[in-house]
């Protein structure tokens, strides 16, 4: 069925995205520093959202007989090459650290916007599950957001 793999296609993209957070908090969190306590707490608990929400997008796949993947996006994999060249010169800094992490929840909405704005066919309650995420992950943003924010009016 075509419109099965418009929303199978829609939903993958978004697993990705999650995964791509998943692997970039993980990152964040191993170059946070130890006393950095508050961002390690925010960071685990952001990577673990993404975790459920990638297993609530694959039960969405898998109603629709699709295949759901287990892979991350390119330009995530990119980001993360990125990430590693720009901690090498800028060091393993609090304010980085945040910054790169506004960054991925910046490519999450782009994402979950363009799903909400897909041609896919979608049921009402796979509109909601993906509406629902969006709202948590533009929360997480602006938290990530605020202590960005708070941190460089410290250092200012």
Known sequence: MQTDEKIVEVLNDLIEINNDRVRGYERALEETK????D??????????????YAAELTQEVNKFGGEATTDTT?????????????????????QSVLESCEFGE???QKAYNGALA??????????????????????????IKKYRDLHQAVNA
């Open 34 to 37: 130890d006393l950095d306590v």
């Open 39 to 52: 961002l390690k707490s925010i960071f685990h608990s952001l990577a673990n959202d993404s975790r459920k």
């Open 74 to 94: 390119t330009s995530g994999k990119l980001y993360r090459a990125w990430m590693d060249v720009k901690a090498t010169f800028t060091g393993h800094d609090r």
């Open 106 to 108: 910046d490519a999450a």
């Open 118 to 143: 897909s041609d896919a066919e979608m049921s009402t309650e796979t509109r909601q599950l993906i509406t629902n995420q969006q709202s948590t992950l533009r929360t997480a943003h602006n938290l």
